[in-house]
């Protein structure tokens, strides 16, 4: 955007050429109105040219009559500087006919020369170029008016003083005229600049919603990381103990000659490595890195999307995930962030199904390498995203969801994450068919990992 010193010639053009067309339209109405009316003036002063007179007034409005039904054409629109020029030339040159028919510089119409300069500086000012030329072809046009007479100019000295006033007159216009158009384009300037402030206002106001959300964020993760902390030293120390005593029970006589405890115990056994997994998911999810540091690690995006099904397990109960990943998963970048915009993706995809009623809900997860990327896909067969909103899907608190059950800022803090690691996290969907979001994270080299 501009500053109020370097305007935008276009959109200063554009505005005043709507402002020319108005004020061009205005103006012919109001000057047809005032040579029709002129016939009063002219049975008061010259009776016996008065039908004469009526003639000339009458063909003079009707060319700008006609002047102005072009005024609202295509052709007018885009000539409507010319066209006004032109048919503001018919009064006066209607009253310079006028003058040299009656007493030339006697003639009491040398005023309605005068009152046309001035109507042209104040009801159009279109720029004081414009109401110079037009002024000094109103000079030329008296002159004229007076020496083509047959007995001449006559009183030179009248003359003379009644050209100076016309001259005053188109002196006083342009100065108007200038101040005028110089006041407009600071008017003009303006209101770029108060745009440009509303634009820089805007846009601190969305750094301002993602910092918040970020913050919320980062306030969940302190949050998670001392619950994971308490679990790590709470649940592991039993969790070990029963492990130790499934084992020894394993190789008791009795479990081994009975299969129903022997399935008993390989169950708990079972539960109680769930158990261990979903505390450490919880370390590696909430103990994050300081510095870049966590963006520059390595970690298999397979073992990331295993935390996050994990994780977000009760949300997804029921939904069959599907895997389709390269051999090579091998990615750089924070593990945790990502494995949070995984669940994100989850629970986003789970909750719209739920509602929907999807039959059969499924999410398939693809993760395939181009070049220097490994690109993955999330796409459910839920009920889709509709048109309108699909393109605000990333806006910060954006939510289709009731009041209370989320502030809309999880896809916006995902698309930051993934922004974060130089890829793009993008939406779509099918109303009714399916949804889908794709990013890329940075690959790691075979020779480096």
């Known amino acids: ?49 008065m039908l004469r007179f009526a003639i000339a ?82 000079m030329v046009a008296y002159y004229l008016a007076c020496a083509l007479r047959a007995e001449g100019v006559g009183d030179a000295g009248q003359f003379l003083f009644h050209l100076t006033i016309i001259a005053f007159s188109v002196a006083g216009s342009t100065v108007y005229t200038y101040y005028n158009e110089r006041g407009r384009r600071q008017l003009h300037a303006l209101k770029e600049e108060v745009a440009r402030k509303n634009l820089e206002l805007e846009a601190n106001n969305r750094s301002l919603a993602e910092i918040k959300g970020q913050m919320l964020q980062q306030e969940k993760m302190a949050a998670l990381g001392t619950l994971a902390a308490g679990l790590l030293h ?60 966590h963006e520059s690690a390595q970690f298999l995006l397979e073992r990331a999307l295993e935390s996050a099904v994990r994780l977000v397990g009760h949300e997804i109960k029921g939904v069959q995930v599907n895997r389709h990943l390269d051999a090579d998963t091998l990615v750089r970048g924070d593990e945790a962030a990502i494995i949070g915009v995984l669940i994100n993706l989850f629970s986003n995809a789970a909750l719209a199904m739920r509602k929907g009623g999807t039959r059969a809900p499924a999410i398939d997860v693809h993760a395939e390498a181009r070049g220097e990327r490994l690109h993955v896909t999330v796409r459910d067969n839920g009920p889709g995203i509709a048109p309108e909103n699909l393109g ?46 794709s990013f890329d994270l940075p690959r790691v080299a075979g020779g480096e990992a």
């Open 1 to 49: 955007m501009a500053r109020a010193a370097q305007l935008p010639g276009s959109s200063y053009e554009k505005e005043l050429s709507a402002y020319h067309l108005v004020s061009s339209r205005a103006c012919a109405v109001t000057v047809l109105v005032l040579v029709l009316l002129g016939m009063v003036l002219d049975f008061a002063i010259y009776p016996e040219q």
């Open 57 to 138: 007034r009458v063909l003079t409005a009707a060319a700008i009559l006609a002047a102005l039904a072009l005024l609202y054409t295509r052709l007018g629109r885009r000539y409507v500087h010319l066209i006004t020029f032109t048919w503001l030339t018919f009064p006066q040159l209607m009253i310079a006919w006028m003058i040299n028919v009656t007493q030339g510089t006697d003639s009491l119409f040398y005023a309605g020369i005068i009152l046309t300069i001035f109507a042209v500086g104040t009801l159009f000012p279109v720029g004081y170029l414009y109401t110079l030329g037009f002024g000094l072809f109103t």
């Open 234 to 293: 709470e649940v592991n120390n039993p969790v070990n103990f029963c492990m130790m005593a499934i084992d020894i029970a394993l190789e008791e006589p009795g479990a081994k000659s009975s299969d129903v405890l022997h399935e008993c115990l390989t169950d708990a056994k079972s539960g109680m490595q769930r158990v261990q997994y979903i505390v450490s998911d919880l370390k590696t999810f909430a103990y994050r890195k300081s510095g870049a540091d």
């Open 392 to 437: 605000r899907v990333f806006e910060p608190f954006f939510t289709t969801r009731e009041v209370g059950q989320g502030l809309g800022l999880g896809l916006s803090i995902c698309y930051s994450v993934i922004q974060r690691h130089g890829g793009l996290l993008a939406a779509d969907s099918a109303p009714g068919e399916w949804t889908a979001f």
